[in-house]
């Protein structure tokens, strides 16, 4: 009865789906966000087929061409071992993309339910949910995940957890501050008033409201997790040689920057555009799910 | 204004309860023994023995931490194990290059960043604005580390006009300081564009405008001392995230501050090292915020009303 009566009331606002196709609209409208998502779908290209597109395999050694510029055979030269730098970055536009994935994944996992109970319960768990958030945000992100590294050990899976962890409290003080200002809006006193279950006001009728902000959150984070899990890798704490991450790439290079600074110049390149594309994207979901700026 | 304070400072206290909980737990939540880990490797029986004793290992978890309160208000945060010379000490050498380095690279990140920023908002959507923020973007989207070696790159190794690595002139700081500081002045002038175009955008400036008022005035005192109080709010966060984020960069430059004492310690197992250095950047990094709390309530009085 309840559920049918719920579903003949328009509880999730008929705005949501008009809201949604504007912010579409005005997405499409973004250059710089189509940029941005260009550059994405090049990179996840580029990832899934790696194995078509790349000339080389990421491992396969020739030491007698040893740190070879750029040439017609391999366009972006090769590194310390003979190996094909082009080959190396297209199998690393894999890692790389696969890193900040699982890495975002796990802080909306994690933190978006955390955020929606602590938001939605209020009271004694919410106060100590949040002095734990406010601690985990004392730490820099990059300190935290040095800690995380440094109680995890160093590795590819540890990275992504830890650069995956350092950014739950940011999704949770995120959502918990849309739900504050959810739960008292009238489509939810209506979905109690039915006698709809705390889990359902929050999965159905709460959660969809803050998807905007979450994906919006999610994309700038993945930029930050590459540039995050490339630095560990970098520092030599991350992804370890002879794995073809970006980082990890640039942190072997980098004693040849006299010698062959194209080994240190295209990482880098690598991993800022991605960022970049991300970034992009980032920004212009931001304008087009943010009614201020509609309305400029 | 003083009930303000004593809140935001009583507020403080559970945080930097927290971080000191943090510090105390990273040797704790390693896997297997501390004594073990913190003796080495290559340690003999009496040695992890009497280092669990001395850390008294086998006493509850919250007489521990009481313990190592305790401590850390004296002033010892351990030895390290692998220079045996107390971590204090340790510190007392890095602290001073990493708060130089800081200083230094948001002195390069507010003048560049706080000019760029307003030029932008002066003319907003013109070809001048995409520019600067595009190159914006682009700072933020590089990797700290990557800019580092590319600034070593240009002008160590191909011109040769600045030292590539190390400290003892002031010439040694200028790479590093531009590196640190390239991130900050994006976001100080992303900040700035933002801010100085919703305050141009208000009542009082259009009155501004309408009585005749010449623009140049009407950017430089009438616009930008509301816009810029929001953009000192960020240049203070900045630094308080350059004392803490400058681990690439001195990793980059071999430059020898707490940073890389840090990931030295972390890579060596060294962990008293760890959590002193940890210790300090996340005190700093507390400290600082509440600093520009207190200062962004002086400024406006409206958040000490709230």
Known sequence: MN????????????????????????????????????????????????????????????????????????????DELGRDLLSRLIYGARLSLVIGVIAVAIGVVLGVPIGALSGYHGGAADLVVQRIIDVMLAFPGILLA??????????????MVAVGIVSVPTYARLVRGQVLALRSQDFVEAARA??????????????????????????????????????????????????????????????????????????????????????????????????????? | MWAYIAKRLILTVPVLLGVSFVVFAIVRVLPGDPAQVLAGEAATKELIEGLRRDLGLDRPL????????????????????????????????????????????ITVATLVGLPAGIISAVKPYSLIDTGVMLLALAGLSMPVFWSGLMLILV???????????????????????IAVGMTSAAIIARMTRSSMLEVLRSDYIRTARAKGVAERVVINRHALRNALIPVITVIGLQTGTLLSGAVLTESVFAWPGVGRLMVEGILARDYPLVQGAVLVVALSFVLVNLVVDLLYALADPRIRYE
């Open chain 2, 62 to 105: 919250l007489v521990q931490y009481v313990d190592f309160l305790g401590s850390l208000l004296r002033g010892d945060l351990g030895r390290s194990i692998r220079s045996k010379i107390p971590v204090t000490s340790e510190l007392a050498i890095r602290v001073p290059n990493t708060m130089i380095l800081a200083l230094a690279g």
């Open chain 1, 146 to 159: 040095l800690i995380m590294v440094a109680i995890l050990g160093v590795g590819l899976t540890q990275i």
């Open chain 1, 3 to 78: 559920r049918t009566l719920a579903q003949a009331l328009p509880l999730r606002e008929p705005i949501q789906v008009s809201g949604g196709t504007r912010a579409w609209r005005q997405l499409k409208r973004n250059r710089a966000g189509l940029v941005g998502g260009a550059i994405i779908a090049l990179f996840l290209l580029a990832g899934a087929f790696a194995s078509y597109l790349a000339p080389y395999g990421p491992y396969d050694t020739f030491l007698e061409r040893s740190l070879e510029g750029p040439s017609r055979d391999s366009p972006l030269g090769r």
């Open chain 1, 194 to 296: 039915l006698g709809a279950r705390t889990g359902r006001i929050i999965v159905h009728h709460i959660l969809p409201n803050t998807l905007a902000v979450v994906i919006v959150q999610a994309t700038l984070q993945v930029a930050s997790a590459i540039l995050s899990a490339a630095a560990l890798g970098f520092l030599g704490l991350g992804a370890q040689p002879p794995a073809a991450e970006w980082g990890a790439m640039l942190s072997s290079a980098k004693q040849y920057l006299r010698l062959a600074p194209h080994t240190v110049v295209f990482p880098g390149l690598a991993i800022m555009i991605t960022v970049l594309g991300f970034n992009l994207l980032g920004d212009a979901l931001r304008d087009a799910f943010d009614p201020r700026m509609r309305v400029s």
């Open chain 2, 155 to 177: 002008f160590a190794v191909l011109l040769g006009w600045l030292p590539a690595v190390g400290t003892g002139t002031p010439a040694h700081i200028v790479l590093p300081a």
